[in-house]
């Protein structure tokens, strides 16, 4: 152990990409605690800035460039201040990244970053290794701090589905359960500091297939069911699902298990037979719409959220009204929309591309639709009483913003509320990306 110095370092993080990101920036900011680093919101008074990246798309991964661009003054005034690139654009690009900007002190991966502290105190370097050892566990302890009302735990990471368009198997490795005995050791402890509500975060989080405490394998329904008993939890929620792993007990627990949030985001990518294929995305439209339906029986009320790539190589316009139609049989509440990034290691790389103004004008067809539907799901909250968990105060004085069960932001005046308060909400109004609400008698 280190004995932390009097005057605490401030440490800046960036963070891009998607929620695993968030969570390992939230460690890595709690593994520099231990380092006597308290963060800052201000990087201009930062000792270290931490740009924990993306490697989704190109312009995520260029963004690292770009901002580190404009670090360059504040390095050039302040020599001793330590750059660090962490996420997954450290892990495929690694030294690659101190070649084009030598004012990087230090490159991690997202499976070596138990390690920063050590690479900190040395002063720099490199590691994206995939270490054999579980980075969780080899964090130092974070500090018993209070929580926001909602936290993200990681259950599983990692990648086996080789989807042709994606850098996540290369970026964070091949797939890994983390053991029950840990997972739940880790939800106790982030209720017992205030957290009401639990995101559980994998790559492929369906997949997840850890080790029971008696030595046998459990299933992530079975997870969800044990994670469900403990007191003071009233939330969960998972992200992020793949279609071929959405097995019959986590169907059921979307039945049973009150505690599970009425939302599913599941990623189908394309709705042509076709493109799906030549993306090695194994399963059909048909198996996904067969599995939505299933899903709706379980849990009519259910809110379905997805993914989509436009213009991925060989796309027709054939392929892309089965998508739309795709989007009009199932109805979603919201997706996401992606125009195809060839990225450099992935089997699609080098296929011939759709041109790019084609691939502009069917996302664009592809996003009103989505809109549209966002749209219609938000309206029909309108008059309903729902579930909010308040996560921080408003603009308005005495104006709290929280999470209804299907994940949508809530205004709701409420000047006695705290936040972490869970409380029942009549929605009065939908705006573009939120509703508001009046709470319930
Ligand atoms: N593990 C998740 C998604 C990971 S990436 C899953 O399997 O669904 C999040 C989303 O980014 C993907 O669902 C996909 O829609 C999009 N994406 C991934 N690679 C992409 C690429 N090369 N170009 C455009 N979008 C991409
Ligand atoms: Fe990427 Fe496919 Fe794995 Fe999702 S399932 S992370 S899209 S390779
Ligand atoms: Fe991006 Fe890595 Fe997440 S590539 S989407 S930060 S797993």
């Known amino acids: 152990m280190t ?77 001793d201040l330590k750059i660090g690139v962490a996420g997954c654009v450290a892990q495929a690009e690694g030294a690659e990244i101190q070649r084009r900007m030598p004012l990087v002190d230090l490159v991690v991966g997202p499976q070596a970053y138990h390690r920063l502290p050590a690479m900190v105190r040395k002063g720099g370097g490199i590691d994206t290794e995939f270490p054999a050892e579980d980075k969780f566990e080899h964090l130092p302890k974070p500090a018993a701090t209070r929580r926001a009302p909602a936290a993200f735990l990681t259950v599983q990471e990692g990648c086996d589905k080789f989807c042709a368009f994606c850098v996540v198997p290369y970026t964070r490795g091949a797939e890994v359960s983390r053991p029950v005995a840990r997972i739940l050791a880790e939800a106790r402890d982030l209720v017992g500091r205030g957290v009401r509500e639990i995101t559980l975060l994998g790559q492929n989080v369906n997949g997840w297939h850890g080790e029971g405490p008696e030595g046998r394998e459990w299933g992530f329904g079975r997870l969800i069911r044990a994670i469900a008993e403990i007191d003071g939890l009233d939330r969960i929620r998972y992200t992020t699902s793949h279609p071929n792993d959405m097995a019959d007990d986590l169907i059921a627990a979307h039945r049973d298990e009150p505690k599970l949030m009425p939302y599913l985001h599941l990623p189908v990518q394309s709705g042509s037979d076709r493109i799906l294929k030549a993306m090695n995305r194994k399963h059909t439209v048909e198996t996904y719409l067969r599995l939505i339906e299933r899903i709706r029986e379980a849990r009519p009320d259910i809110m379905l959220t997805s993914d989509f790539i436009v213009g991925f190589p060989g796309e027709t316009d054939d392929d892309h009204r089965a998508t739309l139609d795709l989007v009009a049989r199932v109805n979603f509440g919201t997706a996401f929309s992606f125009k195809y990034s060839p990225r450099p290691g992935t089997p699609a790389y080098e296929r011939p591309e759709v041109e790019s103004d084609i691939a502009d004008a069917r996302l664009q067809e592809l996003q009103a639709l989505l809109t549209s539907q966002q749209k219609a799901a938000q309206q029909s909250m309108v008059g309903r009483e729902l579930g909010v968990l308040f996560e921080k105060p408003g603009r308005n004085p005495g104006q709290m913003v929280g999470k209804s069960d299907y994940l949508h932001a809530v205004f709701v005046e409420a000047p006695q509320a705290r936040v972490g308060d869970l409380v029942r909400v009549r929605i009065t109004h939908s705006a573009p990306n939120s509703l508001a609400g009046e709470l319930a008698a």
Not at 22 to 51: C, F, I, K, P, W
Not at 55 to 70: C, F, M, V, W
């Open 3 to 79: 004995t932390p110095p009097s005057t605490p370092k401030k440490l800046f993080i960036k963070t891009y990409g998607c929620q695993m990101n968030v969570y390992d920036s939230q460690r890595m900011a709690e593994a520099m605690g231990s380092e006597g680093y308290v963060l800052t919101e201000n990087q201009a008074e930062a000792d270290m800035v931490l740009l924990n990246t993306c490697h989704i798309r190109e312009k995520a991964a260029e963004k690292l460039y770009s901002d580190l661009g404009r670090l360059k003054p504040l390095k050039a005034e302040r020599p």
